[in-house]
């Protein structure tokens, strides 16, 4: 048995933190009975239940990325493991045949030969200009030609078996369920459910013929240097994911200190934070989140020996860009919660606690934050979209995630000059977008529902 | 009202001086003036003394905000910082780093940005407020509802597929308009019509749903409901009670891009070849012109401020109610 | 209602012809017989004349000759400026011939004491060597406004006030144009301007070596500069002060003197440095309140080639017109008979240029660029790695051809290696891969370390994948066409190629972890760490292609079981590290000055090292052996004797590996039928004046190319009604409820 080392880079130990903050904000959430209305609108919606399914698996792709580890590598002459420098992560061991199948340069899904021609040399001397059989893609037909049946067949065993799961799974799910699975079906309020176990029956048949095709075809085609593109599009779950979430994460104690501050205190405090945000607000972002960037990259120069392996740079650059998002987006949230505390205020409680000399900190901690707290909430939701479609346009203009780091933006980027071959390579650039239309999408419609369940009002303003 | 303008005015000066420091320090914890000059000079055959020299002719061989050697006043003076900042302050842009007049420039390339941000925002205003008045008309139907779901995917869509789909498809394979460039004169509109609609479509989503919303919370309030009541017809009261009084959102909404029209669209500008003022700013990062620069945050800087002043005025026209302190 | 009958009938009446002329419209649309293309991007009676477009896809920051150093800016000013010498267009291997210069230069060899040496004397006796250039009377400068004379004789537009500037923006704004004949003080002008610190002439620091009183003179400007300043002069007159090597002796006569044997200066003759440069342009151009007009040297040359460059707007385009005063010159009729053949002596003898307008747009993005040459819009192009497939086809003997899609356009392609190496360096300063200084053992594991990499990055890969095969993996640092390299079995680098089956093969991976193992390292285990061996690659790569470049070499050294660790940077950090000498491994090329070896070998030449001596020699490679074999090719001439010790040079550095040698890149482009003498010509810039376009040709195809395709705006048309139709119904059945 092979052992191993685990490790925890820097986004994955925010990623843990945010976890444990969103479990203990449910569990706070459940044993407050004016908190769970507005999360009982979220599930009574038919479009949040499915969005969710689809974040959910999402998420727990991005999660199973985010365990991260390094391999027993033989042992030292004292009998202590050694273990390799290089990281991997849970999700790069489930997909081990992914990334050992690594073809010479751009093949189309589910092709058994390179997309390009070569230089064969035939067994008896001499050279033919053909495509070459790829090294996997295909391998184990004997004869090409086989390739239709032998998708037809896999993609229908596939088809069977995420039916078959999604029926077993159905099954255990409603086993208690009083007046069985027929009631279920039957009850209109468990329309959203419903719904939910749709989506859930799509995502369990992908899997299935993800199962029975990706190990032996490249189902959406290899790039440029041969990675299939499919393991790309599977790691670029957990960068798009990162950026989306760990952005507001970062930015968040500093733009609720400083608005509530602002608000509350108001005088000079009010006119040095206003001060503060108008002036970064009035950089062009774009300008800012370049020139912080180039800083990294310096700060990086200097401190080599700290970042040994590429994952940890990557992934350093990685956190760096969030920090940097955050400070650029930080500034609007801020100017929400100033506005907002500015009303609270002024309400006879808040007013009373002043009176009997609560002191301010108690006050803004007990009266003020729990009560803007869904405007963070909601924040938080609506901009997560904004910031995965951000990274791409990043990464086009070389400001991005590290080139290293597979993310959406870089294989948009890439692509640019695929397309530009004839004939195309279009299945990276297709994949790109599948993959973060279909997050983008339901991140949307989650967020619309969330919006609306917890203050309609705010929809003027965002 | 005026002393309001002028306190904000003023108020603008201590917020430019923040922008500015911000933009200095940034720029030259990135770039040393010595990188500047060999980024300046070309890749071959560079000596030290050029590079000395480069420094010196431009001025950059001073202290970047605290000058050690000088004397009283001068340890803040003779800097970098208080050299170049203070002639922003009278848009006396001078002489960028590779020599070319940056007030010139930018008079020049104003042109070519407004000529695709004028039009993206007029047809999209005109395209998203139709789009959503009929959805706002067939509120509540199927059509409503898979208008909103196409808004939702639209906005979920890159911006840079739209860019890179649109010069494939209208360019490339069908031969409609020319793949990218920039022309003067009577040519011009050939080349604007791909960026601008381009740029319109791809701001349908996440405007019209947002118009939606307005209106509906225009058709919700009391007198509308009153002038449905009276009988008047759906039409009329969509377009003259919802809309009219919908204006006053869209146009404060307007006013505040208003000034930043003029710094041009970053992507639209370097995939299209338009010499504009945001590929003029993306040239200037990539060449490190300190000086293209600076004179473009702070121009950002000043126009958004003046979006902010905009805003406020147009609030108090709009609606007398509201009084500026 | 009466009435109303006719007035319909009336307006029926009147409409039906409009109708089917409606429909006319839309059938000639649809079928786009006819219409001339809608996507062409320039105006329509432009493209049928003898006018050519290209595109450029970065600025040209310097167009002063004395400053200019890079192939994007030389594609302008070469048509332009005319130095004394160029190079034949048709003749390879390369050979200069005389430009505005009346023949080859003579050169005049002198020992220490002034006295005259045979031309065949031993280098070492000679002190220093006179260049002496006569140029052709009777040419003459491009209409210019500094050459403008007022009535009274005096200068038109000199001196002149800020006020005589006010509403002037462009070099357009002087109407008034006179032009004035080419003299031999003007290429000593020239020569005196590169010495002048402002002008910031890359090449100073190298002529300060070589010309006589080029440094001493650069001191002198300097003070009279700073006197000038204060006296609120803006323009220096560079003409009573004296430079000691350079003289004019006769209207049309000049010479310059060199320390010592230089033989390759002669090729510094054909290069815009060397380009005549007349003072009153310069002072034209110092008036006060030009520079903030933007009306400097750098942006509106003037000179006395084919050319003129009459729109200068980099932001959008840049337009070089033909020049009326152009002294002709007569197409060359020595060549080949396979060039013959090409058609590349049709037009030997007619008066060149043969072009009046070469339109440049500016193209940033290489997707649009490609697709406009395939519609016709450019007339000629590179390949992109990418579209290659599209464009090339390889047959079965390696050679490559168009593809039928191509040829069906009548498109031409014309191939060749081109004198520059691209190549992996090591920083020699790095203990690591360099070996300690003074250490030979240490050295020793280093040199194996390097082998073996060397083995196992494999470039005949890298060729085929980013490069589509277009280039040739170098087997030392000399490229072909360059004096000195060897080809087949003699030019093999034994180190990583063995021969077999008459071509070079890679040696095995087996081989190069035996040398690993040599070293020290078995499998690349590190014994230091116990795990994988951690190397470095410093770039600044970046930009769409880079991931898969740098995965790529991370997986050459993964073979060997060595972790490459990338660390890409900007381009100043890049700079800086290899200034400072930081970095580990590093890629960097070379694109060739002249045709030379010792333009390529002095960028392995121990003084020249990059940190010690902020030269070329990027990674500090030393070698005594090396460095003196080098002082002695230097100033050979070619033959049999300096082959030997190039020969002898290149083993050392085969042994050595400092440099992964890399490929030499193989230039493709490609071209439409109706541009013709596209020979590609790798040292020579001023090639404009050579080609032909056949415009009509041109403008029938681009009509042929680019019809527009309208059905799909029809469809959507169609769709957007069709979406229509539910919506009126349903709002008809509310109208019908709300009126019940």
């Known amino acids: 048995m092979m052992g191993f080392q685990p490790v925890i880079l820097a986004t994955d130990a925010l990623i843990y933190l945010l976890v444990i903050l969103a479990l203990a904000f449910a569990w706070y959430t459940r044993r407050h009975a004016h908190l769970r209305a507005p999360w009982r609108r979220v599930a009574a919606s038919r479009t949040a239940m499915g969005a969710l399914v689809v974040i959910a698996v999402y998420v727990v792709i991005g999660l199973l990325d985010t365990l991260h580890f390094r391999p027993a590598s033989g042992e030292d002459a004292q009998g202590h493991a050694r273990y390799a420098s290089e990281v991997q992560s849970v999700l790069d061991l489930l997909a081990t045949p992914l990334v050992a199948h690594r073809e010479k340069t751009y093949s189309a899904p589910f092709a058994t030969h390179l997309y390009t021609r070569e230089t064969i040399e035939l067994p008896g001397g001499g050279q033919v200009r053909d495509f070459p059989r790829l090294k996997w893609g295909g391998a184990h037909l004997g004869d090409p030609a086989r390739r239709a049946g032998d998708i037809a067949w896999r993609s229908a065993a596939g088809v069977a078996l995420g039916a078959a799961a999604w029926l077993l799974w159905m099954a255990l799910a409603l086993r208690r369920h009083p007046g069985g699975w027929r009631a279920w079906w039957a009850d209109p309020g468990r329309a959203p459910m419903r719904t939910a176990a749709w989506v859930w029956l799509v995502v369990l048949i992908l899997a299935g013929l993800v199962l029975t095709l990706a190990g032996v075809y490249h189902i959406l085609g290899t790039d440029k240097v041969g990675e299939d593109v499919f393991y790309q599009s599977l790691k670029s779950i957990r960068t798009g994911l990162v950026i989306g979430t760990l952005t507001t994460l970062v930015m968040l104690p500093a733009a609720i200190l400083l608005g509530i501050m602002a608000g509350y205190f108001r005088g000079w405090v009010d006119d040095v934070i206003q001060y503060l945000y108008t002036t970064l607000s009035s950089v062009p972002g774009v300008l800012l989140i370049a020139a912080a960037v180039l800083m990294m990259q310096i700060y990086m120069n200097n401190h080599q020996d700290e970042f040994n392996s590429l994952t940890e740079r990557a992934d350093l650059r990685l956190l760096f860009l969030c920090v940097i998002l955050g400070v650029t987006s930080w500034t609007s949230l801020c100017r929400l919660l100033r506005g907002e505390t500015l009303k609270l205020r002024q309400l006879e409680y808040v007013q009373a606690a002043q009176a009997f000399g609560v002191g301010h900190f108690t006050t803004l901690m007990r009266h003020i934050l729990p009560n803007v707290m869904h405007i963070v909430l909601i924040v938080v939701v609506l901009d997560f979209s904004g910031l995965v479609l951000a990274e791409a346009v990043l990464s086009y203009i070389n400001i991005g995630v590290d080139p290293n780091t597979n993310s959406w933006g870089n294989m948009i980027n890439s692509a640019r000059l695929e397309l530009a071959r004839e004939p195309v390579v279009w299945w990276s650039l297709a994949a790109a977008f599948v993959f973060m239309f279909v997050l983008v999408l339901a991140a949307n419609l989650f967020a619309d529902v969330v919006r609306d369940a917890f203050d309609p009002r705010l929809r003027e303003r965002s | ?325 | 209602m009466g009435d109303k009958l006719p007035e319909s009938r009336i307006l029926f009446k009147t409409y039906r012809p409009n109708i089917r002329w409606w429909i006319c419209c839309l059938a000639l649309l649809a079928s786009g017989c006819g219409a001339p293309p809608w996507n062409n991007p320039y105006p329509r009676d432009e493209v049928s004349r003898a006018v050519f477009f290209s595109s450029f896809s970065e600025r040209p920051k310097f167009l002063d000759p004395a400053r200019s150093y890079s192939s994007n800016e030389w594609a302008f000013i070469s048509q332009v400026y005319e130095p004394p010498l160029q190079y034949h267009f048709l003749k390879r291997p390369y050979q200069l011939v005389p430009l505005t210069a009346a023949a080859m230069p003579e050169v005049i060899h002198y020992d220490a004491a002034g006295r005259r040496l045979p031309a065949d004397a031993d280098p070492a006796r000679v002190a220093s060597s006179e260049y002496r250039i006569r140029i052709r009377p009777g040419i003459r400068y491009q209409p210019h406004p500094a050459f403008a004379r007022a009535p009274d004789g005096g200068y038109r537009y000199w001196p002149l006030s800020e006020g005589d500037l006010a509403g002037r923006y462009t070099l357009d704004d002087f109407p008034e144009r006179d032009s004035r004949e080419l003299s031999a003080a003007d290429y000593v002008y020239q020569i005196k301007r590169l010495a002048v610190p402002a002008n910031h002439s890359p090449i100073a620091g190298l002529m300060s070596e070589h010309i006589e009183g080029f440094a001493e003179f650069a001191k002198l400007v300097q003070a009279r500069q700073k006197q000038d300043r204060a006296a609120g002069r803006l323009w220096t007159d560079l003409r009573p002060l004296r430079m000691r090597g350079v003289k004019t002796l006769d209207r049309y006569t000049y010479s310059i003197r060199i320390r010592g044997v230089y033989p390759q200066f002669i090729y510094w003759l054909a290069m815009n440095f060397f380009a005549p440069m007349p003072w009153e342009a310069e002072r034209f151009y110092a008036q006060p309140g030009m520079a903030e007009r933007n009306i400097t040297l750098n942006w509106y040359p003037v000179g006395t080639g084919p050319f003129m460059l009459t729109e200068n707007n980099p932001n959008l385009r840049m337009v070089l017109s033909r020049n009326p005063n152009f002294h002709g010159e007569a197409y060359p009729s020595e060549g080949t008979e396979a060039q013959r053949r090409a058609g590349l002596l049709d037009d030997a003898g007619r008066p060149m240029p043969f072009i009046d307008k070469a339109v440049y747009s500016l193209e940033k993005e290489a997707i649009p660029r490609w697709n406009k040459f395939l519609q016709g819009y450019y007339d000629s192009s590179g390949i992109a790695s990418d579209s290659f497939d599209q464009a090339i086809q390889i047959g079965a003997n390696g050679e490559a051809s168009l593809t039928p899609e191509m040829r069906e356009k009548g498109i031409l392609l014309d191939t060749a290696v081109e004198t520059s190496v691209f190549y992996l360096g090591f920083n020699m300063r790095d203990p690591v891969v360099g070996g300690r200084p003074g250490d030979p053992q240490d050295q020793a594991r280093a040199r194996k370390l390097r082998q073996a990499i060397s083995i196992a990055v494999d470039w005949e890969e890298f060729i085929s994948i980013f490069n589509n095969g277009r280039g040739q993996a170098a087997q030392g640092p000399l490229p072909p066409g360059i004096f000195g390299y060897r080809a087949g079995r003699q030019g093999l680098n034994p180190v990583v190629y063995r021969w077999r089956d008459g071509r070079p093969e890679r040696r095995t991976l087996a081989e190069a972890k035996r040398l690993l193992a040599e070293a020290g390292y078995p499998d690349g285990i590190d014994p230091a760490t116990g795990n994988a061996l951690i190397l470095y690659y410093d770039t600044a790569q970046s930009g769409p292609g880079s991931k898969s470049l740098l995965q790529w070499y991370v997986n050459q050294f993964k073979k060997l079981g060595i972790q490459l660790v990338v660390r890409t940077t900007d381009y100043n950090r890049f700079q800086e590290k290899m200034l400072k000498g930081t970095e580990q491994i590093f890629s960097w090329g070379w694109n060739a000055d002249y045709p030379d070896p010792e333009n390529f070998l002095f960028l392995l030449y121990g003084p020249n090292g990059k940190v010690e001596h902020h030269g070329e020699n990027a990674a500090n490679y030393h070698n005594a052996e090396f460095d003196a074999l080098f002082d002695r090719m230097k100033n050979m001439p070619n033959g049999p004797r300096r082959q030997a010790v190039i020969d002898r040079m290149v083993d050392i550095v085969r042994r050595d590996a400092p440099w992964l040698f890399g490929y030499f890149p193989k230039g493709f482009s490609l071209h439409h039928a109706w541009y013709h003498n596209a020979l590609p010509h790798l040292m020579a810039n001023n090639t404009l004046k050579y080609k032909r376009i056949d415009g009509r040709l041109r403008a029938q195809k681009q009509k042929e190319w680019n019809q527009p395709v309208l059905w799909p705006a029809w469809v959507l048309l169609a769709l957007l009604v069709l979406t229509a139709v539910p919506a009126v119904r349903d709002y008809r059945a509310r109208e019908r409820s709300r009126a019940r």
């Open chain 2, 1 to 325: 009202m005026m002393a309001y303008i002028v306190r904000r005015l003023l108020y603008a000066i201590p917020i430019l001086i923040g922008v500015n420091l911000l933009t200095f320090v940034l720029f030259f914890v990135v770039n040393s003036p010595d990188d500047m000059a060999r980024m300046h000079l070309g890749v071959k055959r560079v000596t030290d003394a050029a590079i000395q020299q480069w420094k010196h002719e431009r001025g950059y061989d001073k202290p970047l905000v605290w000058n050690e050697q000088a004397e009283g006043a001068g340890h803040l003076t003779d800097t970098i910082f208080f050299d170049k900042s203070l002639r922003l302050f009278a848009f006396d842009f001078g002489q960028s780093d590779s020599g070319r007049n940056i007030g010139h420039d930018i008079s020049q390339r104003m042109w070519p940005s407004l000529a695709i941000a004028v039009p993206v925002m007029l047809v999209g205003l005109l395209v998203n407020i139709s789009f959503s008045l009929l959805l706002a008309f067939f509120r509540g139907t199927y059509l409503d509802f898979w208008g909103v779901v196409l808004c939702v995917a639209m906005m979920s869509i890159s911006g840079l597929f739209y860019i890179i789909g649109g010069q494939v498809l209208l360019g490339k394979l069908l031969n409609l308009f020319p793949i990218s460039g920039y022309d003067t004169g009577p040519h011009a509109w050939k080349f604007l019509v791909l960026p601008v609609v381009i740029g319109v479509v791809s701001a349908i989503g996440a405007g019209s749903r947002w118009y939606r919303t307005l209106f509906l919370e225009e058709i919700n309030k009391d007198f509308v409901r009153s002038a449905r009541a009276k009988g008047l017809s759906e039409q009329r009261v969509l377009f003259v009670h919802v809309l009219r009084n919908a204006l006053i959102p869209i146009l404060t909404g307007v006013v505040v891009i208003l000034p930043s029209l003029f710094m041009g669209s970053l992507l639209l500008e370097s995939f299209f070849g338009v010499p504009g003022l945001g590929s003029y700013t993306i040239d200037a990062i990539n060449r490190q012109d300190f000086a293209i620069v600076r004179a473009m945050v702070f121009l950002g800087a000043v126009l958004y401020i003046l979006g902010l002043l905009l805003t406020d005025i147009s609030y108090t026209i709009a609606d007398p109610r509201v009084r500026l302190e």
